[in-house]
């Protein structure tokens, strides 16, 4: 019986030698220039990214799509990054109402307060759990969203980098 429970042990544990995968969640970086370029050359809106890109900050996703939040017709220009201290930060800019990218980006989270950033008045959401921080504002009929796990001053820091692109370099 010893050595069927040894044999057993063995086949089961080169098993799991041979089939081990690691399980760690580091996304990869993408290069956020060709999506940053299609968003410029086809956008009905000004097309905001952060200049400088802020140090430590890596884009792990970029996208100029349909928006599946708003009316059929709607775009959205969504970036997202991995910060210095492995946050994430996301950009998100569509013709969608304001209301659903909030609700969508911050959980469902409380979105009762009101702060100005970089001059501009933006609605700030407290997701909780998992934790989801979120600024947005409309201008002009465009909504725009910095949203992420980072803390509410990095959102902040994050924000005062933005500009809108006329081409890219």
């Known amino acids: 019986m010893v050595y069927s429970l040894g044999a057993v042990f063995l086949v089961v544990s080169v098993i799991l030698l041979l089939t081990w995968r690691s399980h760690s969640q580091t996304p990869q970086p993408v290069d956020s220039v060709g999506a940053l370029e299609q968003a410029v050359s086809t956008s009905t809106f000004p097309i905001l990214f952060p200049t400088p890109l802020p140090s430590g900050y890596k884009a792990t996703s970029a996208r100029f ?35 659903r990218i909030l609700a969508a980006t911050s959980n469902g989270g409380d979105c009762s307060t009101k702060q100005t950033v970089n001059g501009v008045e933006w609605t700030k959401c407290d997701g909780g759990k998992p934790t989801s921080r979120a600024y947005g504002h409309s201008v002009d009929g465009v909504t725009t969203v910095v949203s992420g796990t ?20």
């Open 65 to 99: 799509e349909p928006d599946t939040y708003g009316a059929t017709g709607d775009r959205r220009w969504y970036v997202g990054f991995t910060t210095a201290h492995n946050d994430f930060v996301s950009l998100w800019q569509t013709t969608a109402p304001l209301r």
């Open 150 to 169: 980072a803390s509410f001053s990095e959102l902040e820091a994050f924000i005062n980098t933005l500009q809108v692109q006329s081409k890219v370099k």
